[in-house]
């Protein structure tokens, strides 16, 4: 029988371990999220295409989504501060590369889950008419008038605690499939 090779190696980052914008937060996520180096180098290039002739190694987040052509927003702004960066407004590489790796990891459920859980503010697990109708506002911001998704709030509501859960939620994007249009837009 073959004798399995020995994993301790599986990191190997060769080159890339001793580049100076690599930092423990960018190590963990290499781990986390498997990525080989050429994907690393790759999210590099995107950075320093954005970063263009600056001398310091940060970037501010308007510029990260102006290159990316997408209209600094709500939803922009919880993607940003869902990974807790260390300078308000700008981004180094680790923190840009995490938030790109995350984000294009996310499949419509997790989506959906993101923005359910943002809106909810106090981990209540339920969102109330006035932060389903913000919500649909936040999502559909310049896409289209979400006055006829928020009178679907009744439809997708637990009856009985008048206030709807996540998978009313879920069952409301499923039917309504156009009120994610502008979160997945982002992601792409």
Known sequence: ?????????????????????????????????????????????????IIGQQIVESVRVKDVFDYLGVEENT????????????????LNFSEYAHMAVAFSMFGTKELQRFLFGCMDTQDLVYLKREQFAELIEIMTAGIQNPTVWVLQYDKYKDKKLDSLFFRGFCDFCGDYRAVMWGPEQILQ
């Open 75 to 90: 939803l922009t702004r919880w993607m940003v501060d869902s990974i807790k960066p260390k300078r308000k407004g700008e």
């Open 1 to 49: 029988s073959k004798v399995p090779q020995n994993q301790d190696d599986i990191f190997k980052l060769g080159m890339l371990a001793k580049t100076d914008w690599v930092d423990a937060r960018l190590t963990r996520l290499i781990y986390t999220y498997n990525l080989a180096n050429s994907e690393v180098y790759g999210l590099r290039r995107v950075y320093e295409g």
